[in-house]
């Protein structure tokens, strides 16, 4: 793949080991990309020469483009070093996650597997403000949670939208969070005509 260069505009801690880097390329323009797409990160000298691959958490509408990256070795470390103005190096935008269905969507993720699923979801209503959605989001603690501000905020603008926290490692939450892991029961009974995405850890 042609490597691009992208420079990074601002960096977003989302979790003590998560952030949310936003960039756009050195021309200032975005690349053509549709929601829940990923692109290659390369970096020089580096362990793995052909680069790592990650979901873009931004959608096309939105001002900058964004990855959001936990930190777990050598490539996210770097990443997590970028600062604003550094310039790192990106493939052109690919893969085919989104279905693009006017069937209502399940949303099921883990940690920064929300990445991919909420740039479709941004992308959905941002289409159709009266768009039916599910998500349903486990993490090991609230700090954990990425988007979580946004994520209330869509959802406060759109009755359609239902939200589902699960939380595996803090037991004394308030309403707003479901403790354990996720309701395989809840999820059934959204039905077989809705389109079902999942992304996230195996753990």
């Not at 873009?56 to 777990?72: F, G, N, Q, R, Y």
């Not at 993490?139 to 759109?158: C, G, M, P, R, Y």
Request: aromatic fraction near 10%.
């Amino acid at each position: 793949m042609e490597k691009i260069a992208a420079i990074v505009t601002r960096v977003r801690r989302e979790s003590p080991d998560v952030v949310t880097i936003y960039f756009l390329l050195q021309n200032r323009a975005k690349l053509d990309y549709e929601a829940g797409q990923y692109i290659t990160v390369y970096f020089e000298n580096s362990s793995a020469p052909e680069g790592k691959a990650y979901s873009l958490s931004s959608a096309p509408h939105e001002k900058w483009m964004s990855i959001t990256v936990k930190k777990i070795g050598e490539y996210s470390g770097r990443l997590h070093a970028l600062r604003a103005g550094d310039v790192f190096a990106i493939s052109e935008a690919y893969g085919f996650f989104n279905p693009r269905t006017s069937q209502p969507i399940v949303a099921i993720s883990a940690g920064c597997g929300i990445a991919p699923l909420w740039s479709i979801i941004k992308d959905e209503y941002w289409r159709e403000k009266a768009r039916i959605a599910h998500v349903f989001y486990t993490n090991k603690t609230a700090d954990d949670i990425l988007f979580q501000h946004e994520i209330s905020d869509l959802h406060a603008q759109h009755p359609d939208l239902s939200v589902a926290h699960y939380i595996t490692r803090q037991p004394e939450l308030g309403d707003a969070f479901r403790i354990g892991r996720i309701d395989i029961d809840a999820v059934a009974q959204l039905g077989d005509e809705a389109r079902y995405l999942v992304c996230g850890s195996v753990e």
